[in-house]
């Protein structure tokens, strides 16, 4: 037993065995650093006060941080190697690793552009290009929105920061033109096509903003407006849609 014991206390001596012995409690140490912080960090996201968007590239960045952080003591620590000299060593193998990856870079500067600035948040109704969607998420490299047809989207972020970006109303909002034939007062049809169209919407889904209505144009034959309204489940807008037009119909005539 007593030999044993001494075999072990031999062997945790010597040099390379605490070497890996700290370089694990370092890197578990480190894990639940970061496990911590990006948890905190998702919870102060998703606040409703909190200004910042809640994409997942804000999280990779304060994990990548605190792993860079981490290694770097690990080396120093257990291994001698300084991180300074190491990057500066390889600073002319990084010039032709970062032309390698001058892709991966544009679309990661893209994304910290498009998400501290505000430019796109998860939640929003986009139109990049021929692309339109709500978007879900924006990470270190792409922009993921979901489309009409329930089809997802995968859209670089250096695409995003360079190309036209237009922000759509949101998809729970509904927009109806409609035309009036003949000479009633506005007013009046103003009142009934107010009270029809929330009472057909609401059939369908709660309405979070009253239909409002604003007249475009008259013509010969009438004149022409367009109800805007809310309705809370934007899967049902079109089908609050079909509702209100079968309930202003007949009031338009």
């Given at each position: 037993?007593?030999?044993?014991?001494?075999?072990?206390?031999?062997?945790?001596?010597?040099?390379?065995?605490?070497?890996?012995?700290?370089t694990?409690?370092?890197?578990?140490?480190t894990?639940?650093?970061?496990?911590?912080?990006v948890k905190?960090?998702?919870?102060?996201?998703?606040?409703?006060?909190?200004?910042?968007?809640?994409?997942?590239?804000?999280?990779?960045?304060?994990?990548?941080?605190?792993?860079?952080?981490?290694?770097?003591?690990?080396?120093?620590?257990?291994?001698?190697?300084?991180?300074?000299?190491?990057?500066?060593?390889l600073?002319?193998?990084?010039?032709?690793?970062?032309?390698?990856?001058?892709?991966?870079?544009?679309?990661l500067?893209?994304g910290?552009?498009?998400?501290?600035?505000?430019?796109?948040?998860?939640?929003?109704?986009?139109?990049?290009?021929?692309?339109?969607?709500?978007?879900?998420?924006?990470?270190?490299?792409?922009?993921?929105?979901?489309?009409?047809?329930?089809?997802?989207?995968?859209?670089?972020?250096?695409?995003?920061?360079?190309?036209?970006?237009?922000?759509?109303?949101?998809?729970?909002?509904?927009?109806?033109?409609?035309?009036?034939?003949?000479?009633?007062?506005?007013?009046?049809?103003?009142?009934?096509?107010?009270?029809?169209?929330?009472?057909?919407?609401?059939?369908?889904?709660?309405?979070?903003?009253d239909?409002?209505?604003?007249?475009?144009?008259?013509?010969?034959y009438?004149?022409?407006?367009?109800?805007?309204?809310?309705?809370?489940?934007?899967?049902?807008?079109?089908l609050?849609?079909?509702?209100?037009?079968?309930?202003?119909?007949?009031?338009?005539?």
């Open positions: 037993m007593d030999a044993l014991v001494s075999q072990i206390i031999e062997i945790a001596s010597q040099e390379w065995v605490r070497d890996i012995f700290w694990v409690v370092l890197a578990a140490a894990f639940g650093v970061s496990h911590v912080v905190g960090l998702r919870a102060l996201l998703n606040r409703d006060s909190n200004p910042l968007p809640s994409s997942s590239i804000i999280v990779n960045i304060a994990r990548a941080v605190i792993w860079i952080i981490g290694g770097s003591i690990i080396l120093d620590s257990c291994f001698g190697i300084n991180p300074n000299a190491l990057i500066t060593a600073g002319v193998g990084g010039i032709a690793i970062s032309l390698g990856f001058q892709d991966t870079l544009s679309n500067i893209g910290i552009q498009v998400t501290f600035m505000g430019i796109v948040r998860p939640g929003d109704n986009i139109e990049v290009g021929t692309e339109t969607g709500v978007v879900q998420d924006v990470s270190w490299r792409h922009t993921t929105i979901t489309n009409a047809r329930g089809e997802t989207v995968i859209i670089p972020n250096s695409i995003i920061s360079k190309t036209s970006l237009v922000q759509l109303p949101p998809v729970n909002q509904i927009n109806i033109p409609f035309a009036v034939v003949g000479d009633r007062p506005m007013d009046d049809v103003k009142s009934e096509l107010l009270v029809a169209s929330k009472a057909a919407a609401e059939e369908v889904s709660p309405v979070t903003q239909p409002k209505i604003f007249f475009s144009e008259v013509t010969e009438g004149f022409k407006g367009k109800i805007i309204m809310r309705v809370e489940d934007a899967a049902k807008a079109g609050a849609v079909d509702a209100v037009v079968r309930a202003i119909a007949p009031l338009t005539r």
